[in-house]
């Protein structure tokens, strides 16, 4: 039973300790006309800004708040822009890669169509061809001059993102090594 009375005490000592922080923030209260126009009111030992009915400037206007999220934008439009340069250098190494396979198509086509152009002159344009196929590329013109020098045009088929397929054209020129006579 003292113990029951011992619990019943306690809570209401809390009690009144509770009633009696009640009053004291009543008396903190700072009501609109009073005291200068802050509007700041003290609640449980907190100080709280005043708000839109109070008289003085205790409310944020909606000037700090007009560059909330700015920053946000900003790196998103950073980072689109940083997007499509690092597309762009990429689309532009992919042509650059596929001009050069063109290229190297181009000149082994030319070297093996002059390896028999003075041997066999109608079977040279028909290995340029092939040896071409095989780096998938395709000839486009062959014409083998006096000499034995072959010229040889090739096309490569490349799909580049937002432009679609373009051919890459490349030439080359191949043929017997002439030395001439040093002499006396």
Do not use: Y
Not at 87 to 111: E, I, K, N, P, T
């Amino acid at each position: 039973m003292a113990r029951q009375e011992i619990g019943t005490d306690r809570r209401r000592e809390i009690g009144a300790d509770m009633r009696g922080e009640a009053d004291m923030d009543r008396r903190r209260e700072v009501g609109p006309g009073t005291s200068g126009g802050g509007g700041a009111r003290m609640s449980g030992g907190k100080a709280q800004r005043g708000s839109a009915t109070s008289g003085g400037g205790g409310t944020r206007t909606s000037g700090g708040n007009a560059q909330r999220g700015s920053a946000t934008i900003w790196t998103i439009g950073l980072m689109a822009l940083v997007f499509a340069v690092a597309a762009a250098v990429v689309f532009a190494g992919m042509a650059r890669v596929v001009r050069h396979r063109a290229q190297s198509a181009a000149d082994l086509s030319a070297l093996a169509a002059a390896r028999l152009a003075l041997a066999d002159p109608r079977r040279s344009c028909v290995r340029a061809s092939s040896l071409a196929a095989d780096n998938e590329a395709r000839v486009t013109r062959c014409s083998l001059g006096d000499g034995g020098i072959a010229d040889i045009e090739v096309s490569m088929e490349v799909s580049l993102p937002l432009k679609g397929p373009v051919a890459i054209i490349a030439r080359a020129r191949a043929g017997p090594v002439h030395i001439a006579d040093p002499g006396p």
